[in-house]
Structures are given as C-alpha cells and as structure tokens.
Nanobody, 115 residues
Framework: QVQLVESGGGLVQPGGSLRLSCAAS????????MRWYRQTPGKQRELVAV???????SYADSVKGRFSISRDNIKNMVYLQMNSLKPEDTAVYYC?????????WGQGTQVTVSS
C-alpha cells in the first residue's frame, strides 16, 4: 500500500510561482518513476512531469522551461516547482506512482492562476 499526499496549491497571479510537494508513505527509493499529472473539469488527466530514481526528467511541451520536477529520496518527497504560471495551468495537480502494477494517486491539490 502506498499513500501520497500533495500540498502547496493555491491561488496565484499570472507570472507567479508555486511549489507543489508530494509526501509518500515509506521509502520512495523503491519507485523508479514518479509523476505529476493535472486535470481540469471535463478533460482527461494530463501528464505534466516525470522523474526517475536517477534524476532523469521529462516534461509536457506545455510546461517545458517553466516547471521543474525533483525528488528527495531521503525525505520521501517529490516536488514540482512551477514558474511563470499561466491561467491555462489552472488544474488539480496529482502525484502518481505505479508500484507492483498498481497505480497510486494522491488526493490532489488545486492550483488556480488568475488575476
């Protein structure tokens, strides 16, 4: 069983920054890949960023150059630093891992970008 808890969302003006955090139960060293997704009402969940245990990262084209994913295997945390936020970044953001063939999700954290 894996529990994921996201935090750090909120209301921010366009051009602003937020850092999302995902706290995992137990050691995240066992998870090769950790991901951030986002979802807006009526749309499919969208993959935003991925990080491997070795630190290799990958991003959706829409966030490249603005978002940065990182992980701390000691603190069992994954982060998403979001800069130069745009209104279209407004969504619920979810942390995700797949472990032993099971997809685990957190409860999500709302990010709203609006003036």
């Amino acid at each position: 069983q894996v529990q994921l808890v996201e935090s750090g969302g909120g209301l921010v003006q366009p051009g602003g920054s937020l850092r999302l955090s995902c706290a995992a139960s137990g050691s995240i060293f066992r998870f090769n890949l950790m991901r951030w997704y986002r979802q807006t009402p009526g749309k499919q969940r969208e993959l935003v960023a991925v990080i491997s245990n070795g630190g290799t990262t990958s991003y959706a084209d829409s966030v490249k150059g603005r978002f940065s994913i990182s992980r701390d295997n000691i603190k069992n945390m994954v982060y998403l630093q979001m800069n130069s936020l745009k209104p279209e970044d407004t969504a619920v953001y979810y942390c995700n891992v797949v472990y032993v063939g099971v997809n685990y999700w957190g409860q999500g954290t709302q990010v709203t970008v609006s003036s």
